[in-house]
């Protein structure tokens, strides 16, 4: 079963920077589209960022240019670097796959259904 557990997650003030990560047990990169997600009280989970080994990687427009994901296959780690962090940024991030799938492309990573979710990691960003 696949594991994933988020960490780096914290309170920031605006234009501050946090990384996030995801260990991901299990869950071979190469067989997933990877993806981060936010969610705030009361508003529907919010498409982030999402990448795999074989496209570039897709942002939402509210974070083009601040955020960066990555990953890393020796350590089975998804990262998402957050600068110039704005409040409106302040939500429960949660790190997602996707998968096993054999066809990838950066619009079906963007568009898929993840199919499994770690518990959320909180980030606050104070004005």
């Known amino acids: 079963q696949v594991q994933l557990v988020e960490s780096g997650g914290g309170s920031v003030q605006a234009g501050g920077s946090l990384r996030l990560s995801c260990a991901a047990s299990?869950?071979?990169?190469?067989?997933?589209?990877m993806g981060w997600f936010r969610q705030t009280p009361g508003k529907e989970r919010e498409r982030v960022a999402t990448i795999s080994i074989y496209n570039r990687p897709h942002y939402a427009d509210s974070v083009k240019g601040r955020f960066t994901i990555s990953q890393d296959n020796a350590k089975n780690t998804l990262y998402l670097q957050m600068n110039s962090l704005k409040p409106e940024d302040t939500a429960l991030y949660y790190c997602?796959?996707?998968?096993?799938?054999?066809?990838?492309?950066?619009?079906?990573?963007?568009?898929?259904?993840?199919?499994?979710w770690g518990q959320g990691t909180q980030v606050t960003v104070s004005s």
């Open positions: 997602a796959a996707d998968g096993p799938r054999t066809v990838f492309s950066g619009e079906i990573c963007w568009s898929a259904m993840y199919n499994s």
């Open positions: 299990r869950l071979p990169f190469g067989n997933y589209c």
